[in-house]
């Protein structure tokens, strides 16, 4: 029987990309309308794996993925897709012509803020609206053509959709790129794609510091910085227990060990922080551009 993968949907949404790309047609491929509704399907059993947004090169981190894994689902990281983002501006077809005088614009938030500096210098002042996804926000349009709202998502939703691209490539900055995540209830769990090869192993932690010790970040880092282990990422979010209660999340390049991963795990512990494993899986990149259709 196919693997059922979950991703962010609707279709040709930038996660439904990562799905293709990694998992290619052999699976059966499910769309949920939030991350924490595909994040609950995979712990439930729904689906195999889910496919989520974690990180964006220009946005920072999809606080809403991380936010859920900790606080309400506690699922693995098995692996990681990279893929590169390129955000175009779109129109329903009868208004291509007319597209400089729409007063509302529709996409996710991170799309948006992908591009800034465009919006701030064409649109001055005009109304955001956020969708759950940019797939999402391009069905919207399609299915209003008596709105005067555009669309920011990828090619692929063009098509989808039957979106005209008045303007492409809108990100303010040509490096963009995000990062998804494959979730599974068991960190035993492994897909290779048949498609990709992993060009990275990575590790990561959520570390919590004991409250109120002076020098304990300096401590954290540098059980890491002596066993020579190299940090990729490291990010703070709040607990939720109140005003200045935070932990962090933390990247390694390397899957775990025998001897390094866990000896930095067992010196933290012994300083009094607590320390959950998020995950030890590998990375894959997407070196092609948006053009395969889904
Ligand atoms: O809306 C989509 O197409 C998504 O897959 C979500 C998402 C995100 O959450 O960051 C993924 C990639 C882009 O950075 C913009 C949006």
Request: proline share 5%; charged share 20%; aromatic share 10%.
């Amino acid at each position: 029987m196919s693997k059922r993968i979950g991703f962010l949907g609707p279709r040709a949404t930038f996660t439904h990309f990562a799905v293709q790309s990694f998992f290619g047609d052999e699976v059966e491929q499910v769309p949920y309308t939030t991350i924490p509704q595909c994040i609950d399907a995979v712990a439930d059993g729904e689906i195999d794996f889910a496919v989520v947004p974690t990180e964006n090169a220009l946005e920072g981190s999809v606080n809403l993925t991380f936010d859920y894994l900790i606080h309400e689902q506690p699922l693995y990281i098995v692996g990681e897709i990279v893929s590169p983002i390129e955000q175009h501006f779109m129109v329903h077809p009868s208004r291509k012509n007319d597209w400089e005088n729409v007063t509302r614009i529709y996409s996710h938030s991170h799309a948006i803020a992908q591009c800034h500096k465009f919006l701030h210098q064409t649109f001055k002042g005009i109304t955001y609206d956020y969708a759950t996804s940019t797939g999402a926000a391009a069905s919207y349009v399609s299915k209003h053509p008596e709105e005067s709202v555009a669309a920011i998502a990828n090619n692929l939703a063009a098509k989808e959709y039957g979106l005209e691209i008045v303007k492409a490539n809108i990100h303010d900055y040509h490096y963009n790129h995000t990062r998804f995540a494959i979730l599974h209830p068991s960190n035993k769990a492994e897909y290779d794609s048949p498609y990709l090869t992993p060009d990275k192993e990575k590790t990561t932690l959520m570390v919590t510091l004991p409250s109120d010790q002076s020098g304990a970040l300096h401590q954290v880092l540098s059980a890491f910085t002596w066993r020579k282990l190299n940090l990729s990422k490291i990010e703070s979010r709040p607990m939720k227990t109140g005003l200045g209660n935070y932990f962090f999340i933390i990247d390694i390049d390397m899957i775990v060990d025998e001897i390094l991963i866990p000896g930095a795990i067992a010196e933290l512990e012994a300083l009094g922080c607590s320390v959950k494993l998020l995950g030890s899986y590998e990375a894959y990149s997407i070196n092609q551009h948006i053009e395969k259709e889904v």
